[in-house]
């Protein structure tokens, strides 16, 4: 259950009022039906460089959301666990001039404006291979805690990203997202889901405004969190508070059932998982020729929510072999599985590391 970006695929999605599901982060099944899930700007390095100014031009439009920011940056986050940011480059190029973009040691960069380059369809070029890296918007506010993001920072975020995929849709296409989400200000529509990658695996996320204090999510190990960017209820000066997540614990295993939830059974929670000694659990399942897609979750997608780290394998024809036991990750890629043949399998997950779980897959008579 792959999050959508923000490209062509998702205003598909939009006009066909679909669920879309992070990208770099996994949620549960949405018991809301219309909701459209956005998280950052697909293959920056394939943009361009005028679609990318309407992000700048966003921003400033909106800075009243966030005055307090100096500046917009785009970061630039690896696809695959193993890819490094090392030599990493970033130009604006045509084919008569080529500037070069300084990026942070982080991947982030500020984007220059130049009419030149505007002018002549210039495009923003990375020197790695396409669709290594993805980008997004990030908005600062000076004074920020380290823990904590600023609600109003969050909103022009997603105001900035919404800019730059208009811009890719012809006018008919964006007549028919604006139908799909209730207006134009897609940010404000409650069918859209956008939110931030937490600076640290956390457990929970409480908003804070003023003397009011809610809890807004629980979980173990979340890497991403959707906010409610429309509910004016939540002033811009809301700050968003991540508590950062203690070492994992056999309770996290025993103390509600798991599952394996995927594409063998409509990513529902009909295959619970047993415990079959201190530390192992298991479950067999009926698999159809073909790639299946699933993970090991609790009941709310939450509490227990385990993948693959690295999902580059999942490019070609899956991630997973059988008969060989693979660590899992908390909020990681789907697992992908081919079996040699339709049949029954056992699925065993091992817990005698909480932290690094390991998973191994064997047919069964």
Not at 47 to 70: C, T, V, W
Not at 91 to 101: E, K
Not at 304 to 325: C, K, V
Request: charged fraction near 20%; aromatic fraction near 8%.
């Amino acid at each position: 259950m792959t999050r959508l970006l923000i490209s062509s695929i998702l205003l598909l999605q939009l006009c066909q009022t679909a669920i879309a599901a992070e990208d770099s982060a996994t949620t549960a099944p949405t018991e809301e039906p219309q909701s459209v899930a956005v998280n950052g700007i697909k293959n920056p390095e394939l943009r361009s460089y005028r679609n990318m100014l309407a992000g700048l031009d966003m921003f400033e439009s909106k800075h009243q959301l966030a005055p307090a920011a100096d500046n917009l940056r785009f970061v630039l986050k690896p696809r695959h666990a193993a890819t490094s940011l090392a030599g990493l480059s970033l130009r604006i190029a045509t084919d008569d001039l080529s500037i070069p973009v300084p990026l942070a040691a982080d991947g982030s960069f500020i984007l220059p404006r130049d009419q030149a380059a505007a002018d002549g369809d210039a495009e923003l070029l990375l020197n790695r291979s396409r669709g290594e890296f993805s980008g997004m918007p990030r908005v600062d506010s000076a004074n920020v805690p380290a823990n904590m993001r600023r609600l109003g920072d969050v909103r022009l975020e997603c105001q900035v990203a919404i800019a730059i995929a208009k811009k890719e849709f012809n006018v008919f296409l964006r007549a028919a997202a604006a139908v799909a989400l209730g207006g134009t200000d897609w940010c404000l529509s409650s069918r859209v889901s956008y939110g931030t990658y937490t600076p640290f695996a956390s457990d929970s996320v409480t908003l804070i405004s003023g003397d009011k204090r809610t809890v807004f999510t629980n979980g173990h190990r979340l890497k991403y969190v959707v906010l409610p960017l429309a509910d004016r209820n939540w002033p811009d000066d809301t700050l968003v508070e991540f508590q950062p997540s203690p070492a994992t614990s056999m309770a996290h295993y025993t103390a509600q059932p798991i599952y394996l939830s995927g594409s063998m059974n409509k990513w529902d929670t009909s295959l619970p998982l047993t415990q079959i000694d201190a530390s192992n659990f298991s479950v067999d399942v009926v698999l159809p020729k073909g790639i299946s897609k699933f993970k090991i979750v609790s009941k709310d997608f939450k509490m227990l929510d385990l993948g693959i780290a690295d999902s580059r394998a999942n490019e070609t024809r899956g991630n997973f072999l059988i008969n060989t036991g693979k660590a899992l990750a908390w909020a990681g890629k789907d697992i992908w599985f081919e079996p040699p043949q339709a049949g029954k399998y056992r699925v065993v997950l091992d817990v005698a590391d909480p932290d690094v779980p390991v998973l191994t897959i064997s047919a069964r008579e």
